[in-house]
């Protein structure tokens, strides 16, 4: 089994930023397309970025110019800077594996999830 866990969300002020880290155990997910999707109250998970083992990337419009997804295979880890946070940004941020490279801004093609970790932004 393999195991997820994001950290370094927090409270920030509009205009500033946050990088959000996710580390990988149990598994080996550097084959693995790895994505970060949101959660605001009331809403449904939304997809924010994704990265393939190659690093090439895809964005949601929203982030677009904003947030940059990056990885580490050999420390099985993701990352996700995001700059220029906007109150709409606030959210609980999860980070999610795909192993197949299918249905890659869905949810319903990630197997594995982290936890979850809450991002605030204050206007």
């Known amino acids: 089994q393999g195991q997820l866990v994001e950290s370094g969300g927090g409270l920030v002020q509009a205009g500033g930023s946050l990088r959000l880290s996710c580390a990988a155990s149990?598994?080996?997910?550097?084959?693995?397309?790895m994505a970060w999707f949101r959660q605001a109250p009331g809403k449904e998970r939304e997809f924010v970025a994704y990265?393939?083992?190659?690093?090439?990337?895809g964005y949601a419009d929203s982030v677009k110019g904003r947030f940059t997804i990056s990885r580490d295979n050999a420390k099985n880890t993701v990352d996700l800077q995001m700059n220029s946070l906007k109150p709409e940004d606030t959210a609980v941020y999860y980070c999610?594996?795909?192993?197949?490279?299918?249905?890659?801004?869905?949810?319903?093609?990630?197997?594995?999830w982290g936890q979850g970790t809450q991002v605030t932004v204050s206007s």
């Open positions: 999610a594996a795909n192993k197949f490279y299918e249905r890659l801004r869905d949810p319903q093609g990630y197997a594995y």
């Open positions: 149990g598994r080996t997910f550097s084959t693995y397309a």
């Open positions: 990265i393939r083992r190659s690093g090439s990337t």
